[in-house]
């Protein structure tokens, strides 16, 4: 059974940071490309970050560009976030997903096989 479970989200004030963690099982996580997306009250899920299996190649959205750090350790079947300078419009339920295509741009940006999510709330 194909699993993704994140973990990490949590208060933090504007300014502060925060490391997500999505912990894979059940499928052959090398083969995959991994995406974080996130969902605001009232808006559309968005697609924030993904990272390539084999050679890492990384996409950012724009609204986090400069800020947040993908990941991943394929030996630890787990892909991270790292999020810096979190400003209140970070706010969200940020969600890992396995992307059925390679990791390229904003069009590549479409989940698979979904998290449950974890919440990140950003003070301000």
């Known amino acids: 059974e194909v699993q993704l479970v994140e973990s990490g989200g949590g208060l933090v004030q504007a300014g502060g940071s925060l490391r997500l963690s999505c912990a894979a099982s059940g499928f052959t996580f090398d083969d995959y490309a991994i995406g974080w997306f996130r969902q605001a009250p009232g808006k559309e899920r968005e697609g924030v970050s993904c990272i390539s299996s084999l050679d890492g190649r990384t996409y950012y959205a724009d609204s986090v560009k400069g800020r947040f750090t993908i990941s991943r350790d394929n030996a630890k079947m787990t892909a991270y976030l790292q999020m810096n300078n979190l400003k209140p419009e970070d706010t969200a339920v940020y969600y890992c997903?396995?992307?059925?295509?390679?990791?390229?741009?904003?069009?590549?940006?479409?989940?698979?096989?979904w998290g449950l999510g974890t919440q990140v709330t950003v003070s301000s």
């Open positions: 997903a396995t992307l059925p295509v390679y990791c390229s741009g904003p069009g590549s940006m479409m989940g698979d096989y």
